[in-house]
């Protein structure tokens, strides 16, 4: 008779567990970015962060989370997640891509958030950019965006 309010109890808690979070699988990184296009083309959301960000922190727990955004992203947009300041090599466009600023800045930049930022702009996260198949930058957003104002962002510009 016992196990009857330990299963309610289970069922219940399983409701608000984190394994609900995963439908965050919908971010891509630039090789699967390449990939994908090459199969199947559609519009891409680039999203560049920092760890020292808060806004950037602030929407990856109450913006993309929220499943409108996660559903809009994941349906109609490659939707790219990449940390501005990674230090590794990537392999993009036929081309390497470095952080040739890791020795010589505080907040060094990756070389593809300096790339898509534009070399004249100067970087300030969240960067958020809008973009069709082919590159070509439709928006272009460097501030905090909630929810309901990202997802009029991205439906209005399918």
């Known amino acids: 008779m016992r196990a009857i309010p330990i299963i309610f109890i289970l069922i219940f808690l399983s409701r608000y567990s984190p394994a609900q979070e995963k439908s965050m699988d919908f971010w891509l990184d630039f090789e699967q970015l390449e990939d994908s296009?090459?199969?199947?083309?559609?519009?891409?959301?680039?999203?560049?962060?920092t760890d020292w960000c808060t806004y950037c922190r602030k929407m990856e727990v109450e913006v993309f989370t929220k499943a409108f955004i996660v559903s809009e992203l994941s349906q109609n947009y490659y939707a790219v997640k990449f940390n501005a300041e990674y230090p590794d090599n990537i392999a993009f466009?036929?081309?390497?891509?470095s952080n040739n600023q890791l020795k010589i800045s505080r907040t060094p930049l990756h070389d593809l958030a300096i790339l898509f930022n534009g070399q004249n702009n100067p970087f300030a996260p969240p960067l958020m950019l809008l973009m069709d198949e082919n590159f070509l930058v439709k928006k272009r957003v460097n501030s905090y965006l909630d929810s309901k104002t990202l997802r009029s962002i991205l439906v209005s510009d399918l």
């Open 93 to 97: 466009d036929g081309k390497v891509f």
């Open 37 to 49: 296009l090459r199969v199947n083309p559609k519009p891409i959301f680039l999203y560049f962060h």
